[in-house]
């Protein structure tokens, strides 16, 4: 939940940029981005947040942060929010080996969910292709074609 002074906290600590983290592993930071993927466990919840810079794995214990995984619970894909936290290194995490252990999250903007699913036929996929094209594997095929080009 987001804590009873966010605009203090917001003004003490800057926005730090995804592509800095790996100087700032111990350190409280604040990330601000927008939320890719929610996987919601029993005792751990994970969001990919995106910035220009990069992605970033924030991880909120539930045991630790009730009322952060309850917030985290009503997260969509395509959500703003900013993040505060202890950047930790992890080598399980695929992104870079760092993750963001949460201490407190404030949504800037909820997104409507999205129409298209992992499980969206092709129909669904044609009809909304300006959101489908966001993801990483459709954008594939524009990398091969610039590599024919070149």
């Given at each position: 939940?987001?804590?009873?002074?966010?605009?203090?906290?917001?003004?003490?600590?800057?926005?730090?940029?995804?592509?800095?983290?790996?100087?700032?592993?111990?350190?409280?930071?604040?990330?601000?981005?927008?939320?890719?993927?929610?996987?919601?466990?029993?005792?751990?919840?994970?969001?990919?947040?995106?910035?220009?810079?990069?992605?970033?794995?924030?991880?909120?214990?539930?045991?630790?942060?009730?009322?952060?995984?309850?917030?985290?619970?009503?997260?969509?894909?395509?959500?703003?929010?900013?993040v505060i936290g202890e950047v930790v290194a992890n080598e399980r995490v695929k992104l870079g080996g760092l993750e963001i252990l949460a201490t407190d999250i404030e949504i800037l903007s909820?997104?409507?969910?999205?129409?298209?699913?992992?499980?969206?036929?092709?129909?669904?996929?044609?009809?909304?292709?300006?959101?489908?094209?966001?993801?990483?594997?459709?954008?594939?095929?524009?990398?091969?074609?610039?590599?024919?080009?070149?």
């Amino acid at each position: 939940m987001s804590s009873t002074y966010p605009i203090l906290k917001s003004m003490v600590l800057s926005r730090t940029r995804l592509g800095a983290l790996p100087q700032l592993t111990g350190e409280t930071i604040r990330v601000c981005g927008w939320v890719d993927v929610v996987r919601d466990q029993k005792a751990v919840q994970f969001v990919i947040v995106s910035e220009p810079t990069g992605q970033v794995q924030v991880t909120i214990l539930r045991r630790e942060h009730r009322a952060l995984g309850e917030l985290v619970a009503t997260l969509t894909a395509g959500s703003v929010i900013s993040v505060i936290g202890e950047v930790v290194a992890n080598e399980r995490v695929k992104l870079g080996g760092l993750e963001i252990l949460a201490t407190d999250i404030e949504i800037l903007s909820l997104a409507e969910p999205s129409p298209i699913t992992p499980e969206s036929g092709i129909e669904a996929r044609m009809d909304h292709r300006h959101l489908d094209l966001r993801r990483p594997e459709a954008q594939l095929i524009f990398a091969e074609i610039g590599r024919a080009h070149v």
